[in-house]
T-cell receptor
Framework: SQTIHQWPATLVQPVGSPLSLECTVE??????LYWYRQAAGRGLQLLFYSVGIGQISSEVPQNLSASRPQDRQFILSSKKLLLSDSGFYLC????????????FGSGTQLSVL | AQSVTQPDIHITVSEGASLELRCNYS??????LFWYVQSPGQGLQLLLK??????LVQGIKGFEAEFKRSQSSFNLRKPSVHWSDAAEYFC????????????FGTGTRLQVFP
């Protein structure tokens, strides 16, 4: 079964600093990959999803970007963090379609100060 | 636009008491509905899901949920709560069967007193 590695678990960054969150997946090939964020008082919001290497779809306009340099690697980045980027970031993966095999990582709590 | 509402931010129950967590959705088509649980430091774990058929679905850990189309609701229930059920619970709607994209509610934090 799939295993999602997401790190770090917590991160404190100053405003204006860059960000790189990495998510790697084991136990599957050619997965769909997702980045979700939960801001304070809000539900988990889908930020990006990817159906293959180099294929990124952005769901909401924002200060963040995503990349998929390898089949099982999904990176969330920012050149300059904003206070509003604070939140809980979850990586998820699935086999193509069906919701049957959708797995989530343990998340990264990002605080921008 | 599609949305999911969990009106209860925080619920506290005594161990052994019954539990119902509310979820309402707004979605034009036939929904795919889910309940996930997140324990501290853990990823989301799927409790149960509804795609079609019997509107009362059974999940893991003794949870069940009932889909009521007329009320646009998918409430989660458990007859007797255990201390280990303390966690955050998320209701979600699936947008696309092919891409597995989900819309989540804001979550309900469950606290269980002994």
């Amino acid at each position: 079964s799939q295993t999602i590695h997401q790190w770090p678990a917590t991160l404190v960054q100053p405003v204006g600093s860059p960000l790189s969150l990495e998510c790697t997946v084991e136990g599957t090939s050619n997965p769909n990959l997702y980045w979700y964020r939960q801001a304070a008082g809000r539900g988990l919001q889908l930020l990006f999803y990817s159906v293959g290497i180099g294929q990124i779809s952005s769901e909401v306009p924002q200060n963040l970007s995503a990349s998929r340099p390898q089949d099982r690697q999904f990176i969330l980045s920012s050149k300059k963090l904003l206070l509003s980027d604070s939140g809980f970031y979850l990586c998820a993966c699935s086999q193509t379609g069906g919701f049957e095999k959708l797995f989530f990582g343990s998340g990264t709590q990002l605080s921008v100060l | 636009a599609q949305s999911v509402t969990q009106p209860d931010i925080h619920i506290t129950v005594s161990e052994g008491a019954s539990l119902e967590l509310r979820c309402n959705y707004s979605y034009g088509a036939t929904p795919y509905l889910f309940w996930y649980v997140q324990s501290p430091g853990q990823g989301l774990q799927l409790l149960l899901k509804y795609f079609s058929g019997d509107t009362l679905v059974q999940g893991i850990k003794g949870f069940e949920a009932e889909f009521k189309r007329s009320q646009s609701s998918f409430n989660l229930r458990k007859p007797s709560v255990h201390w280990s059920d303390a966690a955050e619970y998320f209701c979600a709607v699936g947008l696309s069967y092919n891409t597995d994209k989900l819309i989540f509610g804001t979550g309900t934090r469950l606290q269980v007193f002994p």
